[in-house]
């Protein structure tokens, strides 16, 4: 059977018949009906004072090069509108600090075609900005995020990165700018990433406003475990990273976030990407897997469950005790009424070891010396003691309750166990002056619990303050308010405290002689019921409110468990009030 003959110029024209393709410059952009939905405006909005880059992306082949437009309405300026092909513009535009804020439609014109996308930007009031606005895989960045517009409060704000990008600590400095230090994980999806901040539901949206980096940094953390109150060393092998340009440093971090309860002894540089070091894990450091970050100069790695921490367990001769019986006042400024509270506790604990930093020291402020001579000064240099997060210290149960006993009464401790912690605490509940008895001395009776302490007792180891005392004069309520130009004289029932226990007073809570520094009046009155603070004195404190506070305080003899080798534990007591008044 013969073929027909197939003619040249229908060879040509098949290709063009069969895949329905046409001449691109005669393609239809869409219906004339003044709206179209096949085309998206990303990112779909833009702050107020801001310039940006905007893409407008169709489904199908419709821009047309010097043949497009595009107007995003009163108060946003196009600067230039670039036509990459028929699927895809770009669009340089500025928004005015006076647009009006809310959607808003976009129009297009193609090929004098007039196509409108309803609602498709919105202009909000807030927006922010990242520096830097990149990092690398396996790299921990600081990042700056400075806002436009913005309120956001600390506590209430929070920023987030996107998948495979955690935030492990976000500080709100002022309206305007925060702080976010950001760990991208070795295997975070890379490129460009939308960041957002989170205001009591507000979301504010910064569009591919970062960038994770394609280059990775990576190391690894040897030993696998580490036990509580150990010593061990340690090696890191990374990759990418250069550990010669300054000295490392490591920190850890757990569920909760920094944990500063492993103490880096040492750290050897090997060469750019190995370490070795010795560290010190506190006997209370918390139980789970531990982050490891190493940073090094501006650049920083993390190591994710870098190693785990196990229980090391305790022993009986490393618990130490923690005892008091008190008494606290204070005069109600509306109505004069005497607040009392009483309160005994006894906590059974081994100390923190190695122990918690103590920070910058105390300072210096006045002090008083014995007996009846006011001194009166600054307090330079005091501090919060350091920021140190120390661990709360192993506690240990005695049983149900433990008992303060003596000839006088018994008051009883019972077992109060902190459900967020796990700490154990003896407290007595409930008490009143009908409990505390001045001039007494109690044993402390351990009820015995078979995994932890055994029963004992501590004899004569809980005093209380030789007698019970009480303000007589002035009436320091109502605003009670004082002319520095005159003697404050205070009088108050004898404490009687002397010989063994001493009776203070201080006037507290302004600065001193026109300085910023806070300012004190403190003195040992011999405890006859009269005393007095001078007007030369007073002028030197700073006209406010202020707090007169008086208590008389006693302290115990050295004791301890018969198996522990802590055998200096002190219990103290004392009887304290606190009353506001007015410097003028």
């Not at 230090?181 to 460009?192: F, Q």
């Not at 979301?203 to 970062?210: A, D, Q, R």
């Not at 600054?378 to 919060?384: A, E, H, L, M, N």
């Not at 433990?402 to 018994?410: G, I, K, M, Q, R």
Request: net charge negative; glycine share 10%.
């Amino acid at each position: 059977m013969s073929r027909a003959p197939i003619s040249f110029a229908f060879l040509l024209a098949l290709p063009l018949l069969a895949l329905g393709c046409s001449d691109p410059k005669n393609e239809d952009p869409g219906e004339d009906d003044g709206r179209n939905s096949a085309f998206e405006v990303t990112p779909p909005m833009g702050a107020l004072g801001t310039s940006m880059t905007v893409e407008l992306l169709a489904d199908q082949s419709a821009f047309r090069l010097g043949e497009t437009a595009v107007d995003f309405g009163e108060g946003i300026r196009v600067d230039s509108l670039t036509v990459h092909d028929g699927w895809t513009s770009v669009a340089e535009i500025t928004i005015e600090p006076d647009a009006e804020v809310g959607r808003r439609d976009v129009l297009l014109d193609i090929q004098g075609r007039d196509i409108t996308l309803d609602n498709a930007f919105r202009v909000v009031e807030e927006s922010f900005t990242l520096t830097p606005d990149r990092g690398r895989l396996g790299e921990t960045v600081e990042v700056e995020i400075f806002g436009n517009n913005t309120r956001w409060q600390s506590g209430r704000t929070w920023v987030n990165f996107g998948d495979g990008v955690d935030v492990l600590e976000f500080t709100v400095l002022s309206e305007i700018l925060a702080e976010a230090t950001v760990s991208i994980e070795a295997d975070a999806p890379p490129g460009l990433r939308d960041v957002y901040t989170e205001d009591q539901g507000k979301i504010v949206t910064n569009y591919g406003g970062f960038t994770v980096d394609r280059v990775g940094l990576g190391a690894t953390f040897d030993p696998e475990i580490a036990e509580q109150g150990d010593t061990v060393e340690f090696t890191v092998i990374a990759r990418g990273t250069n550990f010669l340009t300054d000295t490392p440093t490591l920190t850890f971090f757990d569920g909760n976030g920094l944990n500063p309860d492993i103490r880096v002894d040492s750290i050897t540089v090997l060469d750019a990407e190995n370490l070795w070091g010795r560290m010190t894990l506190s006997n209370a450091a918390e139980l789970g897997m531990r982050d490891v970050m190493i940073t090094t100069g501006d650049e920083s790695v993390r190591i994710p469950d870098g190693f785990e921490v196990i229980g090391g367990g305790w022993d009986l001769e490393e618990v130490a005790i923690d005892l008091s019986f008190t008494v606290t006042r204070g005069i109600d400024n509306d109505t004069g009424q005497l607040r009392e509270s009483v309160n005994a506790s006894c906590v059974f604990f081994v100390p923190l070891d190695p122990p918690c930093p103590s920070g910058g020291g105390s300072g210096s402020e006045p002090q008083p010396t014995p007996y009846d001579i006011n001194a009166v000064g600054p307090i330079i240099g005091s501090g919060s003691g350091g920021d140190e997060d120390c661990p709360n210290p192993l506690t240990v149960s005695a049983g149900d309750y433990v008992w303060l006993e003596s000839d006088a009464n018994t008051v009883t401790l019972e077992k109060v166990v902190d459900p967020n912690t796990g700490m154990i605490f003896y407290v007595g509940q409930d008490l009143t002056m009908e409990d505390y008895v001045p001039d007494n001395v109690y044993d402390l009776h351990l009820q015995g619990d078979p995994e932890g302490l055994e029963e004992e007792i501590l004899f004569g180891v809980q005093p209380t303050v030789p007698a019970d005392w009480h303000l007589t004069s002035p009436d320091l309520w109502g605003n009670y308010t004082h002319d520095r130009t005159q003697d404050f004289v205070y009088t108050w029932t004898p404490a009687m405290t002397y010989p063994d226990a001493i009776f203070v007073t201080m006037i507290d809570g302004t600065t001193y002689n026109g300085t910023t520094d806070p300012g004190r009046a403190i003195s040992i009155p011999w405890d006859d019921g009269v005393h007095a603070y001078t007007a030369d004195e007073i002028l030197l404190l700073d006209p406010n409110p202020v707090y007169f506070i008086a208590y008389s305080f006693i302290e115990g003899p050295e004791f301890g468990l018969r198996d522990s080798i802590y055998q200096t534990n002190v219990a103290e007591s004392y009887i304290y009030l606190q009353a506001s008044m007015i410097l003028e």
